[in-house]
């Protein structure tokens, strides 16, 4: 019986050890909604590694498709667009919008009230 445990123990720190993303923090957020109130262990460990994986995705998807001005390098502006051209990712492009400089949007802004006043 102590094999057993000592065993599944061994699993255990394995199965952490293949993961980088901690896991307080995938639990906290996790807790974080109201509808939960308990979470196993497996499913706070796949969550976080399925986590893990959906962000290496969106990396490599990124770096990938990056503009080649910088050799190795990811920026937001990457991650952006990325978010906005790509089916896949399409739903966070709330999370990550490209970029404007603050004189861009208020003349665009500006615009969209001269439209409002046509009608």
Same mark, same amino acid.
């Given at each position: 019986?102590?094999?057993?445990n000592s ?22 957020i996790?807790k974080s909604?109201p ?13 976080t590694?399925?986590t893990e ?5 969106l990396a ?5 498709n990056r503009?080649q =001005?910088?050799?190795? =390098?990811l920026?937001?502006s ?6 906005e051209?790509?089916d896949?990712?399409h739903?966070l492009t709330d ?10 949007y ?9 439209e409002?006043?046509?009608?």
């Amino acid at each position: 019986m102590s094999q057993t445990n000592s065993g599944k123990h061994s699993q255990a720190s394995e199965a952490k050890k293949a993961i980088s993303l901690p896991i307080s923090r995938v639990r906290l957020i996790m807790k974080s909604s109201p509808d939960v109130s308990s979470i196993n262990q497996d499913a706070l460990f796949l969550t976080t590694k399925a986590t893990e994986l959906f962000v290496q995705h969106l990396a490599l998807t990124s770096f990938n498709n990056r503009s080649q =001005t910088e050799a190795n =390098t990811l920026n937001y502006s990457d991650l952006a667009k990325t978010a906005e051209e790509s089916d896949t990712f399409h739903f966070l492009t709330d999370i990550l919008p490209k970029k404007i400089l603050a004189q861009d949007y208020l003349k665009s802004l500006e615009q969209m009230q001269d439209e409002d006043s046509d009608f």
